[in-house]
C-alpha cells in the first residue's frame, strides 16, 4: 500500500524559503517516479518537479526551475522540496505523488498522493 505524507508548509514572505517533506510508505525509491505537485486555489493539479533513478535525477517546471530543489533519502523514506525565492504565484498546497498523468484535456491526474502541504506567500 502506498502512503504519503506530507509536512512543512506555511506562511512566509515574498523572497523567503521553504522546505517540504514527504514521507513515504509503499514505493521503490530507486526506480519509481516520484513527484511533487501543487494545487493553487480555483486551479488544476501542477506538476512542479521528478526524481528517478538510483542517480536521483531531477527535472522541473519552468516556472520553479532555479529556486526549487527536489531531493530524497532513501534510509529516511522520504523526499523533500527546498524552495527559495518564493512569490505569491508560488501559494497553492503542494502534495508529493506516483503515478502522475495527463488525462485527454490535459489535466493533471495522479494515482497516489498524500494530503498535502499548504504553503501561503503573502506579505
Known amino acids: 500500500e502506498v502512503r504519503l505524507v506530507e509536512s512543512g508548509g506555511g506562511l512566509v514572505q515574498p523572497g523567503g524559503s521553504l522546505t517540504l517533506s514527504c514521507v513515504a510508505s509503499?514505493?521503490?525509491?530507486?526506480?519509481?517516479?516520484m513527484n511533487w505537485v501543487r494545487q493553487a486555489p480555483g486551479k488544476g493539479l501542477e506538476w512542479v518537479s521528478s526524481?528517478?533513478?538510483?542517480?536521483?535525477?531531477?527535472s522541473y517546471a519552468r516556472s520553479v526551475e532555479g529556486r526549487f530543489t527536489h531531493s530524497r533519502d532513501g534510509v529516511k523514506n522520504t523526499m523533500y522540496l527546498q524552495m527559495h525565492d518564493l512569490n505569491p504565484e508560488d501559494t497553492a498546497v503542494y502534495y508529493c505523488?506516483?503515478?502522475?498523468?495527463?488525462?485527454?484535456?490535459?489535466?493533471?491526474?495522479?494515482?497516489?498522493r498524500g494530503q498535502g502541504t499548504q504553503v501561503t506567500v503573502s506579505s
Open positions: 526524481i528517478i533513478g538510483s542517480d536521483r535525477r531531477t
Open positions: 509503499g514505493v521503490t525509491f530507486s526506480s519509481d517516479v
Open positions: 505523488a506516483k503515478e502522475c498523468t495527463y488525462d485527454s484535456d490535459y489535466a493533471l491526474r495522479c494515482t497516489y
